[in-house]
């Protein structure tokens, strides 16, 4: 996977001698003292990470961790103090005034938590903006604001002013507004932070079907623990304008860095995170319809498991047998066709574990794992979903 | 000793600018004048009603207006209009460029700042001295006095509204790539124009009430009536013309804020 976007050693002092004051941080003052000594915040502090192309990496992080300082780092709204910002191989810390113009024009788009959204412009007018500062001509820019607008479901609203808009809705323009010149990055910060929680929820999957389709390379700003583990394919986590871990959110609920981190994810909701696949695991035993049921009863042995799930050549289910419904077959010379049962759960790989509870406690057997088209990717042993209920 | 270094090196320059000066207001007054009156009372009924949206209340102040007239004063009206216009004028034209630049520069803001007070709290009066010393008697010297008393607020307010704009919305300007010239025009001015066009209305309101002091050096109009009233004890003239001052600032006033509401967008 390609690397989009590459930060090395970026640091973001804010104050009049930010420059001066960056010598005596790397000279290893610490950022409290050098608060109180001369007045400067250090806003992000020695921070480096990599974002994969078609990615979305999320950084996550308490109020004045530094994120959204971070953030504005990669479009230059802040200028950097020391530090690189590789974007497709240039630096852009070094850009010259045209080339950031450019940039912003171009390559990156931002979405803001309050919107920021034009006013006395009405939503079409908004979602032209930047193919206005583009210099596009009056009626392409027109067509393509239209398109995307349909895209986000808001094309009636097209002459409408913002403030006639609910803030759910008000944010799909701004997400349309930066969609519209097409760019390869998408800069969020804490896109869905001002909208209520069902909004929020429709939104984050909004964006996640959006990527979908588009695969952007987004970075994301939240200090929503459940958002950046529902969105992000990486997290990226910060306190006091350093990253403390990076990691998929498997891995950051499998081994967190520090207490800190531990701390986080405490309040995580796993079953609301934690999808079938990352759960399930390949069964130790399968069998085939073409099998007897001496074979399965052998497998069940050797497994040390009392029901076997039962697949074809191209390994699609085809149902379930039992350890007694088995035993009774080899007695009566039936075949495993005739004693195959069909009373277990099955669920799509992307479902969250949230949706399997009244499944793991209806049935008595594990639950499967299904494609498509009813190939079997794995099984899910009721114990793994019930007992995610209880926090560690 | 400032004025009199001004005068020294530089008559030439004020004479100049005296002779632009009657030249352009006798333009205004003229063309002003040259309205018929029917034609300016309708003009305030159908401005009046667009600006207020009241029929009532146009007709209501079409017909202070005519008062005005009535009174015998029209001719008096065009001439203090003819000033307050020019120097509303010159207020915006100096004032808004400058409030725009004071909101974008702290050290600039904190250097004119007293000085705007100061001028906000001298009075009026003061203004002529200087005003005569320069351009000598009548509507130049008239229009420069009102001019500086009225300028405050449109600068003050202008750099209010810019400073006010969303920060988000402004980073969102510059996030794509616009430059600051098209922030300013584009989003910051079109945001922060309800302030001005209050700047200006409050602008406008000073102007009207340099009137009498303006006839003090010479400058004809509805507060020459007013001084001529006072040194003759004449109550009811006075009266009449103080009472027309009213109804134009009245009118004006509203006019000037329908005109600011228009500018509103949808909030």
Redesign the interface.
């Known amino acids: 996977m390609a690397v989009k976007i590459r930060v090395k050693n970026l640091t973001k002092i804010f104050g009049r001698n930010s420059k001066g004051i960056y010598k005596k941080l790397s000279g290893g003052m610490s950022r409290e003292q050098i608060l109180t000594e001369t007045g400067h915040t250090v806003g992000v502090n020695d921070v480096s990470f990599e974002v994969n192309e078609g990615e979305i990496f999320v950084i996550m992080g308490l109020s004045g961790s530094g994120k959204s300082t971070l953030i ?1 780092c990669l ?1 230059q ?1 802040n200028k950097v103090t020391a530090g690189k910002v590789i974007i497709d191989g240039d630096n852009i810390v070094e850009y010259s005034r045209e080339e ?7 390559k ?3 979405v ?9 412009r009405t939503v079409i007018k908004n979602v032209e ?2 193919l ?3 210099g596009i001509a009056k009626e392409k820019r027109n067509e393509i604001a239209k398109s995307i607008l349909s895209t986000v479901g808001l094309e009636g609203w097209k002459n409408n ?1 913002p ?2 808009l609910s803030g759910g809705m008000q944010q799909r323009v701004g997400l349309a ?1 930066a969609l519209a ?1 097409d760019p390869d990055i998408l ?1 969020m910060d804490e896109p869905f932070g001002a909208l209520d929680p069902l909004i929020r929820r429709e939104m984050q999957l909004e964006l996640l079907d959006i990527q979908a389709k588009l695969k952007k390379t987004i970075v994301f700003i939240t200090h929503d623990v459940n958002e950046a583990f529902k969105l992000g394919d990486r997290v990226a986590v910060m306190k006091d304008g350093k990253i403390e871990q990076i990691a998929t959110p498997e891995e950051l609920l499998a081994s967190p860095a520090n207490d800190y981190i531990r701390d986080f994810i405490r309040d995580i909701d796993r079953t609301k995170v934690l999808q079938a696949k990352n759960v399930m695991y390949f069964p130790s035993a399968l069998i085939s319809l073409k099998d007897g049921p001496k074979i399965a009863v052998n497998e069940m042995r050797k497994a040390g498991i009392s029901s076997l799930f039962v697949v074809d050549n191209a390994r699609k289910l085809q149902g379930m047998v039992t350890i007694d419904d088995t035993i009774t077959a080899i007695n009566e010379g039936k075949s495993l066709n005739q004693i195959l049962i069909h009373d277990f759960y099955s669920i799509e790989p992307d479902a969250y574990l949230q949706d399997l509870i009244p499944k793991a406690t209806a049935s008595k057997y594990p639950i499967a794992v299904i494609d498509d088209s009813n190939r079997l990717l794995g099984i899910i042993a009721r114990v793994s979903v019930l007992s995610s209920l209880i926090q560690e | 000793m400032l004025v009199s270094w001004l005068i020294d090196n530089f008559a030439g320059f004020f004479d100049g600018i005296t002779g632009f000066g009657i030249w352009f207001l006798i333009r205004v007054e003229t063309f002003l004048s040259w309205l018929p009156w029917w034609f300016v009372l309708l003009f305030i009924l159908i401005i009046t009603w667009k600006a207020k949206k009241n029929i009532k209340l146009s007709l209501f102040f079409t017909f202070l207006v005519f008062f005005i007239g009535a009174f015998g004063l029209w001719v008096h009206m065009i001439q203090t209009l003819a000033i307050v216009l020019t120097s509303v004028a010159v207020s915006l034209i100096l004032g808004i460029p400058s409030g725009i630049i004071m909101a974008y520069s702290n050290k600039l803001n904190n250097l004119i700042r007293p000085v705007l007070d100061f001028m906000q709290t001298m009075p009026g009066l003061v203004y002529l001295i200087p005003a005569v010393i320069l351009f000598g008697m009548g509507r130049v010297p008239a229009v420069f006095a009102t001019t500086i008393y009225a300028v405050p607020p449109v600068i003050r307010l202008t750099d209010l509204g810019i400073r006010r704009v969303s920060r988000e919305m402004v980073e969102a300007s510059f996030s794509f790539g616009a430059s600051a010239w098209q922030t300013l025009v584009k989003v910051q001015f079109p945001q922060a124009l309800p302030t001005i066009m209050t700047g200006v209305n409050q602008t406008t309101m000073m102007a009207l009430a340099m009137v009498v002091f303006s006839s003090m050096i010479g400058a004809r109009g509805l507060g020459m009536e007013v001084l001529i009233a006072i040194n003759q004890m004449d109550i009811a003239r006075g009266f009449e013309a103080g009472i027309s001052i009213v109804f134009l600032a009245i009118i004006i006033d509203r006019i000037s804020q329908g005109v600011a509401d228009r500018f509103r967008y949808p909030e």
């Not at chain 1, 950031?100 to 171009?106: A, D, E, L, T, Y």
């Open positions: 504005r479009n709204l950031i113009s450019s940039f912003r024009k171009n990156a788009a931002m803001f938590q309050h919107f920021g959204l034009f006013t006395h903006y930047g206005e500062i583009k002013y403030s006639e507004r010149n800069l």
